[in-house]
C-alpha cells in the first residue's frame, strides 16, 4: 500500500464516520459499512505509512 492509498483510504473513513454519526437512518447503515470497510484496509498498511 503507498502513502496516496493510505490517505485516500483514511479520508474515507473519516467522511463515513462522520455520515455515520450524523445518524440519517437512510444512510446510517451503508455510512458504517463504508467506515469499517476502510478502517480494516488501514489496520492493513505499514505502520510506517501512518507517520
Do not use: H, W
Given at each position: 500500500m503507498?502513502?496516496?492509498?493510505?490517505?485516500?483510504?483514511?479520508?474515507?473513513?473519516?467522511?463515513?464516520?462522520?455520515?455515520?454519526?450524523?445518524?440519517?437512518?437512510?444512510?446510517?447503515?451503508?455510512?458504517?459499512?463504508?467506515?469499517?470497510?476502510?478502517?480494516?484496509?488501514?489496520?492493513?498498511?505499514?505502520?510506517?505509512?501512518?507517520?
Amino acid at each position: 500500500m503507498e502513502k496516496q492509498e493510505f490517505l485516500e483510504l483514511f479520508e474515507a473513513a473519516t467522511k463515513a464516520a462522520k455520515s455515520a454519526a450524523r445518524g440519517d437512518n437512510k444512510s446510517s447503515s451503508p455510512a458504517v459499512s463504508r467506515c469499517v470497510e476502510a478502517m480494516i484496509r488501514l489496520r492493513e498498511a505499514p505502520e510506517s505509512l501512518a507517520y
